[in-house]
C-alpha cells in the first residue's frame, strides 16, 4: 500500500492564477481532509469528506474548493492564489468503525509558494 | 472554533533526558492523539488514547488521557537524536464530528548529542 499520496510535492504560483492539488488513498477509507499548516499555528483543516461525492467546510475554508468523484481521490483547487495562500497542504484520510476510533493518515505534504 | 493550548512551544535537551509535554482544551475530547512530524514528512500517529484516564506506552513514549477529557499529556523517557522533530496533540470530538481533528501548535523538540 503506498497509503496516503499528494501530488505534486512544490509548486510556485503567481497571485491569481488557479491550480488543482491531488490527493490519492490506496486504503479504502470513506473520510478524507485538507489541511495547510502554517508557522506556529499547527494544522488547520480546510475541507473534508465523509464519503464520495460529499464535501464540507472545515475551520478555514474561504478561497479553497473540494471534490471528491472518487472514493480514493480528494482535490483541492485554489481558483485565484493569493500569498497568504503560502502554506504547506497536508492531506489525511481515515476509516470509520462503528463511529469510533477514527485515526487519521497523512500525506507527505505540497508545498505552496504563490508570489 | 476550538483551541488547543500545548506547551511548552520548544525545548533543548541532552540526550539521555526525560521530555514531557501537554496539551489542554476549552472544549471535551473523546480521542486525543499523539502525532511526531520529521522535517519535509507529513504528520505520523504515535499514540492515540480513546478513553479519559487511559495511559498508553510506544517504546519509550507515554501518553495519558487525562481525567477532565480536557488534557493530555506525552512523555518521552531518555531521548536520543532521532527524537528530534516536531510533535503535536490532537483532540477529536465524538458525535458527527466525521473524525475532523483540532490540532495544537506543536511542541518543537531538539536533542542535542
Known amino acids: 500500500n503506498a497509503g496516503v499520496t499528494q501530488t505534486p510535492k512544490f509548486r510556485v504560483l503567481k497571485t491569481g492564477q488557479s491550480m488543482t492539488l491531488l490527493c490519492a488513498q490506496d486504503m479504502n477509507h470513506e473520510y478524507m481532509y485538507w489541511y495547510r499548516q502554517d508557522p506556529g499555528m499547527g494544522l488547520r483543516l480546510i475541507h473534508y469528506?465523509?464519503?464520495?461525492?460529499?464535501?464540507a467546510k472545515g475551520e478555514v475554508p474561504d478561497g479553497y474548493n473540494v471534490s471528491r468523484l472518487k472514493k480514493q481521490n480528494f482535490l483541492l483547487g485554489l481558483e485565484s492564489a493569493a500569498p497568504s495562500q503560502t502554506s504547506v497542504y497536508f492531506c489525511?484520510?481515515?476509516?470509520?468503525?462503528?463511529?469510533?476510533?477514527?485515526?487519521?493518515?497523512f500525506g507527505p505534504g505540497t508545498r505552496l509558494l504563490v508570489l | 472554533g476550538q483551541q488547543l493550548n500545548q506547551s511548552p512551544q520548544s525545548m533543548f535537551i541532552q540526550e539521555g533526558e526525560d521530555v514531557s509535554m501537554n496539551c489542554t482544551s476549552s472544549s471535551i475530547f473523546n480521542t486525543w492523539l499523539w502525532y511526531k512530524q520529521e522535517p519535509g514528512e507529513g504528520p505520523v500517529l504515535l499514540i492515540a488514547?480513546?478513553?479519559?484516564?487511559e495511559l498508553t506506552s510506544n517504546g519509550r513514549l507515554t501518553a495519558q488521557f487525562g481525567i477532565t477529557r480536557k488534557d493530555s499529556f506525552l512523555n518521552i523517557s531518555a531521548s536520543i537524536p532521532s527524537d528530534v522533530g516536531i510533535y503535536f496533540c490532537?483532540?477529536?470530538?465524538?458525535?458527527?464530528?466525521?473524525?475532523?481533528?483540532?490540532f495544537g501548535q506543536g511542541t518543537i523538540l531538539t536533542v542535542h548529542p
Open positions: 488514547l480513546y478513553k479519559a484516564g
Open positions: 469528506s465523509v464519503g464520495e461525492g460529499t464535501t
Open positions: 490532537a483532540g477529536q470530538a465524538g458525535g458527527t464530528s466525521y473524525g475532523k481533528l483540532t
Open positions: 489525511a484520510s481515515s476509516y470509520s468503525v462503528a463511529g469510533q476510533r477514527k485515526t487519521q493518515y
